[in-house]
């Protein structure tokens, strides 16, 4: 079975840091599509970042970017310059061109002024 | 609309009363799902349609739990004989696409959190 794991619970970063939350997951795959969502203090869940697995590039989107090491299993999301706004709980997730996504525990994500 | 919209946002319900939970996907979004998230943790797959067709329905806990998409359109995700054991958020998520055409990606609503006392 597919599973998908976060191992930081919280992490800290300094306003305008870098800071890293890591994911792993586990498949039998070879395709297969991935996610990080945000999820702030309103539980909204918002779309950060999408990786197709069979793009070596790793998917950017303005401060957001992946560093996606396929066999490793491993799908960890980089924040740059890292905003107060940026607070909140962030979610990995795993689909296997199925509509099921299995998603991570979570990482919360505290911005330091 | 703009975006997918869930009611209520919140429900606090009386153990034993039914409730049902209303999504209204993105227009034009074909498919729509259901997930259940407890505190703490990442979402949990319930179901999910295709238009109005019920495609898997095995993330459901029990039969006291049913959804349906008569029109292809908006849900409803239904609970009957709530317990304390049902009390989380339900989020409801839709796509663009059927997923006869690959994975497209799902856009979530901001959930109902429900309450059974």
């Not at chain 1, 840091?17 to 997951?25: A, F, H, K, N």
């Not at chain 1, 924040?79 to 997730?93: E, K, N």
């Not at chain 2, 409730?19 to 034009?28: N, Q």
Request: hydrophobic share 30%; aromatic share 12%; proline share 4%.
């Amino acid at each position: 079975a597919q599973t998908v794991t976060q191992s930081q619970p919280e992490m800290s970063v300094q306003e305008a840091e870098t800071v890293t939350l890591s994911c792993t997951y586990d498949t039998s795959e070879s395709d297969y599509y991935l996610f990080w969502y945000k999820q702030p203090p309103s539980r909204q869940m918002i779309l950060v970042i999408r990786q197709e697995a069979y793009k070596q590039q790793n998917a950017t989107e303005n401060r957001f970017s992946v560093n996606f090491q396929k066999a490793a299993k491993s799908f960890s999301l980089k924040i740059s310059d890292s905003q107060l706004g940026d607070a909140a709980m962030y979610f990995c997730a795993y689909t296997s061109g199925t509509y099921k996504y299995i998603f991570g525990t979570g990482t919360r994500l505290k911005v330091l002024a | 609309g703009a975006g997918v919209s869930q009611s209520p946002r919140y429900k606090v319900t009386k153990r034993g009363q039914d409730v049902a939970l209303r999504c209204d996907p993105i227009s034009g979004h074909v498919s729509l799902y259901w997930y259940r998230q407890a505190l703490g943790q990442g979402p949990e797959f319930l179901t999910y349609f295709n238009y109005e067709a019920q495609q898997d329905k095995s993330g459901l806990p029990n039969d006291r739990f049913s959804a349906e998409r008569p029109e292809g359109s908006i849900s409803t995700l239904t609970i009957q004989r709530t317990e304390q054991r049902d009390s989380a958020m339900y989020r409801c998520a839709s796509s663009s696409i059927g997923t006869s055409f690959g994975t497209d990606t799902q856009y979530f609503g901001p959930g109902t959190r429900l309450t059974v006392l």
